[in-house]
């Protein structure tokens, strides 16, 4: 087939996989147009054919009929004035029949070779239509297989993507240890380090792995556009709340890539993040969003009173220990004004498969927080309509249901309760 130069050059090392899927599209776009033209063709053919052998059929019969020895005088022959006695019929047809004999002879010939002409037409025909149906086979086949060979490539291109993107972040983190070591060698040498250097060192240590975790969270939470469709079902609170104003605005704690914050500003509310990750905080700031580097706790604590509308974290309470998470809530109570609004959501152990093995997939989860647990937390440090909400589609909407609404009473129920649940509670 005409696509095997293009499978060899795929084992080709120097090209690229840009370069092949472009090469895929051109010999795609050349052949197309020949084979559908010829399948068009074949089929104004086919037709064709047909009809001129039922026309061929049709005259060789009424031909047939002509060639043959009459043995009736014609009917209209029979009435006056044309009328001719049985003796004189038979006579007339004796002699029509020795003069027109070497006619009869030439006839039947050409009507035998007509019938030969005929049966081979219908061979062709027959041979025709096999090869269009060939040729159409040929053309589903090839295709599917170029479907099949554009989505591995896609996914090829995609994963190489994915791996360039982690890798050259996890060489910018090494570039800037390396420099920062260099610098402060040259300012201490030949002086050992002293022990802010030293530290300095030490505070950068946590960030080695910012590149690979950014990395893991596209393979495994999703990308960018499936995380922000999710978080749709909040804004409906923001809205009722009547808060994201710059007078009451939202810090999102572990703002990650940033996906809260954007469709917050799209949807005309103030907010700013704070997270750790240095890589992520870069995808923030390329998107001109408002975010901050530092722990969450401290941030927190040098916030003046009652000076935020809501705080939100998505899948970071999961992370912190016990004593970090009751320190959290306690300092989110002092900052948010009355009326405030906290999100957390995080993923829900109560269903069987993330309970019992996806939860430990990423290595920095401390430990599952039953929905239970986390809204009696929330109750105890003065939250109030603290509940935790499981998720339901609807209309093909994601919708918030009340997990004291639900009821785990067989085996389904824990396979099908969202893999996610959220906290949602007010400050008085």
Request: glycine fraction near 4%; hydrophobic fraction near 40%.
């Amino acid at each position: 087939m005409a696509s095997y130069p293009v499978m060899v050059e795929f084992n080709n090392s120097e090209i690229t996989v840009d370069k092949l899927i472009q090469k895929i599209r051109e010999e795609s776009a050349r052949r197309k147009p020949i084979l559908t033209g010829s399948l068009d063709e074949l089929n104004v053919v086919s037709v064709n054919q047909t009809l001129a052998v039922n026309q061929i059929e049709s005259l060789l019969h009424n031909a047939d009929l002509k060639s043959q020895v009459r043995t009736e005088f014609p009917k209209k022959l029979n009435r006056f004035p044309f009328f001719l006695s049985q003796p004189l019929q038979k006579l007339a047809l004796k002699l029509y029949s020795f003069l027109f004999k070497e006619q009869r002879a030439i006839n039947f010939s050409l009507i035998e070779a007509s019938r030969e002409s005929l049966t081979l037409n219908r061979k062709l025909i027959h041979q025709v239509m096999t090869l269009q149906g060939q040729l159409k086979e040929m053309s589903a086949h090839l295709t599917e297989t170029e479907k099949h060979l554009n989505e591995h490539l896609q996914a090829l291109n995609e994963r190489y993507i994915k791996n360039d993107s982690c890798i050259k972040n996890d060489l910018t983190q090494q570039k800037r240890l390396i420099n920062l070591f260099l610098e402060e060698a040259q300012q201490r040498f030949p002086e050992p380090f002293s022990a802010e250097q030293r530290q300095r060192f030490v505070n950068e240590y946590p960030h080695q792995f910012d590149a690979f975790y950014v990395a893991f969270e596209e393979q495994f939470r999703g990308s960018r556009e499936e995380v922000r469709d999710k978080l749709n079902v909040y804004l409906p609170l923001i809205e009722n709340a009547k808060i994201g104003t710059p007078e009451s605005p939202i810090l999102d704690v572990g703002c990650g890539r940033g996906e809260w914050l954007e469709l917050l500003r799209e949807s005309g509310y103030s907010a700013q993040g704070i997270d750790i990750n240095r890589v992520m905080l870069e995808q923030c700031h390329t998107r001109e969003l408002e975010v901050s580097q530092g722990d969450a706790i401290a941030y927190l604590q040098h916030l003046p009173d009652s000076s935020l509308g809501a705080v939100t974290g998505f899948h970071i309470i999961e992370h912190l220990p016990f004593t970090v998470l009751m320190k959290l809530f306690d300092e989110t109570m002092r900052v948010l004004q009355p009326s405030g609004l906290i999100i957390f959501e995080t993923p829900n152990p109560r269903n069987l498969l993330v309970g019992s093995g996806d939860f430990y997939r990423d290595p920095t989860h401390v430990n599952p927080i039953h929905p239970d647990t986390i809204a009696y937390i929330a109750i105890l440090k003065g939250f109030i309509n603290a509940e935790s909400y499981f998720f339901a589609e609807q209309d093909n909407r994601s919708q918030l249901l009340a997990s004291s609404n639900v009821k785990f009473d067989n085996l389904e129920s824990y396979l099908s309760i969202s893999r996610d649940f959220a906290l949602i509670g007010y400050k008085p």
